[in-house]
């Protein structure tokens, strides 16, 4: 079962940050795809922090933690990510 943080993130990157028609999954690399450029990891960087209130550490910006929203969602909640 998909967490709500899970849901809400890729809602939010298909409707906000998808560049192209693309339909994303959990684990559709974002990066390798096309659909988000480096802009749209930004935005989708100020979500998580606005939403989760978390701080994210520009240093943890890396394929590691943002390539899928599958990934995103396991970043955040290993930095105590609340919805």
Sequence with gaps: ?????SSLLLKFVQ???C???LELA???DLL???AVDSLGVI????WLQTTTGIEVDP???TLENFQTVDRMV??????GAVI
């Design 1 to 5: 079962m998909r967490s709500e943080l």
């Design 15 to 17: 409707e906000e940050v």
């Design 19 to 21: 560049i192209g028609d």
């Design 26 to 28: 959990g684990d559709t």
């Design 32 to 34: 390798l795809t096309g």
């Design 43 to 46: 935005r989708i960087t100020q």
């Design 59 to 61: 240093a943890d910006v």
């Design 74 to 79: 396991a970043y955040a909640e290993s930095q």
